[in-house]
């Protein structure tokens, strides 16, 4: 459908007291919101703040509780996200929502098929997929299987199926949690583009300063209701945080005031084979001591090797060569259940992946790994049970109905607490974590690493990897960057955003304020 003339500026979509419950839980209280023709509104707020709530309702995915939606300056109703995707407006999902067993142009076409006179055109669909993939400066074949890309790749097919459809209102729920730097530049440079052409943007993420790059105007929600609202010469940083948390928080410092205690972690001439390009390693005889009561932020940019050299430890992946030793013992050989027996977990990076069961409640999932604690043979303590997922629930602090809460039902951040919090109960010796704090706002990440350095203080050796260099800068006693698949430098929490930068071969730019 071509859009109507309008001037950019325009307000073509707007939510007006929007409200939508489920059961006793009120998702959104009243919620006013405007999207204007060719500008980029964003929403900040907090997990579980109802913001990819709101987006649901706007594009169709489900039915407001009360209040309507106006398009065009006309009350609609929405039957499904195909009747608002062909009025225009697409959503790119928080959760990606792909087919893994299928090829990325399969993924991109699913449901709308071109056809032709012999049926399914796939010949075109494949010159698209090319086209956009180039767009998106991006070289997939369009051939691949989902299931072979990784995490930030299939996050560039599901932003591809988006722009394919040509949407007058594109909505992004935190498009760039998976993307790495260079990649989330040619993401900009795209809603740039989309910006001139009339189309209009709404725009999710936790990544605040660097939505401010792109945003024209901000809308902060804040437990169902909207807080504050402004234009984009209006609003920076504190403004931002103010009205979503309610003060300026900051992601903490190294603890102190304890002795670290004996290496617990020791990773020797640690080698991981590329399983894409025989002969190249993407952890290439790397060696890392930790010791208890120890932070270490592990930095790099995407394919640097760190997820790799996280799940090689955590027996994920096996090593091409090295040794992984925990507490002086070597345990190279075990399984991952063995490893997390002896106290050595991996918070994953993808948790919808590889971190929870959809089908389990939420308390189901965060007692999954401490089962041995509350089963003797063939016998469960249901008492011993509900005591893990309650106190782990009460320290991670997840919001939630309870543990019987289906794990859907939580948002985002809310769901990367429990994969954090199931590790958590087993009451490991070293705890590994493969970015956590995507999907995460600003005040859960602070929960986040208080409870790293909690721990820390009890003695617990903590590695976590981030791509956000803010993020090393918090809790981390001491800095290791990778590049290539080695350590190409270590700091200590002096270090300089501009230092870790350099060291991992990423251009330094200048900030946003």
């Not at 579980?48 to 706007?58: D, P, Q, R, V, Y």
């Not at 401490?370 to 509350?374: A, M, P």
């Given at each position: 459908m071509s859009a109507p003339a309008s001037p950019n500026g325009a307000v073509v979509l707007s939510a007006r007291n929007v409200a939508k419950s489920y059961g006793s839980i009120h998702a959104l209280k009243g919620v006013n919101?405007?999207?204007?023709?060719?500008?980029?509104?964003?929403?900040?707020?907090?997990?579980?703040?109802?913001?990819?709530?709101?987006?649901?309702?706007?594009?169709?995915?489900?039915?407001?509780?009360?209040?309507?939606?106006?398009l065009d300056g006309s009350p609609v109703s929405f039957s499904s996200s195909s009747h608002a995707r062909d009025l225009g407006i697409s959503i790119i999902h928080q959760e990606l929502s792909l087919a893994p067993n299928l090829s990325v142009r399969d993924n991109i076409f699913m449901g709308r098929e071109l056809r032709g006179a012999m049926g399914v055109d796939f010949a075109e669909e494949e010159r698209r997929t090319r086209t956009l993939m180039a767009e998106l400066e991006e070289d997939i074949d369009p051939l691949t299987p989902v299931e072979d890309l990784r995490l930030g790749q299939q996050q560039i097919v599901e932003i591809a199926r988006a722009l394919s459809v040509n949407s007058r209102i594109l909505i992004m729920d935190e498009p760039t949690s998976a993307l790495s730097a260079s990649e989330v530049e040619v993401l900009f440079k795209v809603i740039g583009d989309l910006k001139s052409r009339g189309v209009s943007i709404v725009y999710i993420s936790h990544h605040l300063e660097e939505a401010l790059q792109i945003t024209d105007h901000a809308v902060v929600l804040r437990d169902g209701a909207m807080t504050a609202s402004a234009p984009r010469g209006e609003i920076d940083l504190e403004w931002i945080v103010r009205n979503m948390v309610g003060e300026n928080f900051d992601l903490g410092s190294p603890p102190t005031g304890y002795t670290m205690g004996e290496v617990a972690l020791s990773l020797r001439n640690i080698r991981v084979a590329d399983p894409g390009q025989g002969g190249r390693f993407v952890v290439d005889g790397l060696s890392l001591d930790v010791r208890a009561g120890e932070i270490v932020c592990i930095y790099g940019l995407m394919g640097a090797g760190r997820t790799e050299l996280l799940e090689c430890a955590a027996g994920r992946v096996p090593a091409a060569s090295g040794e992984v030793r925990l507490e002086g013992a070597e345990v190279g050989r075990l399984s991952i259940a063995q490893r997390i027996a002896r106290g050595l977990v991996l918070v994953p990076e993808d948790r919808q992946r590889d971190g929870l069961v959809q089908t389990m409640s939420v308390g189901e999932n965060l007692s999954l790994a401490?089962?041995?604690?509350?089963t003797r043979g063939l016998f469960t303590s249901r008492r011993r049970e509900r005591a893990i997922v309650d106190e782990s629930i009460r320290d991670v602090h997840i919001k939630t109905d309870g543990g019987s809460a289906p794990i859907g039902s939580l948002s985002g951040g809310n769901q990367q607490k429990v994969v954090i919090g199931k590790m958590l109960a087993t009451d490991p010796r070293v705890v590994l974590l493969d970015e956590p704090s995507r999907g995460i706002d600003i005040g859960a990440k602070a929960e986040v690493f208080r409870l790293l350095a909690e721990g820390a203080t009890r003695g617990l050796a903590v590695v976590y990897s981030t791509s956000e260099v803010g993020e090393c800068l918090s809790i981390a006693h001491r800095i290791v960057v990778m590049r290539r698949g080695r350590i190409s430098a270590e700091f200590g929490s002096s270090a300089t955003k501009e230092e870790i930068m350099a060291a991992s071969g990423e251009a330094v730019v200048a900030e946003t304020h």
């Open positions: 919101f405007d999207v204007r023709r060719g500008e980029v509104t964003t929403l900040f707020g907090e997990n579980g703040a109802g913001k990819s709530t709101l987006m649901k309702i706007l594009s169709g995915v489900v039915k407001p509780t009360s209040g309507e939606i106006v401490s089962i041995g604690e509350f």
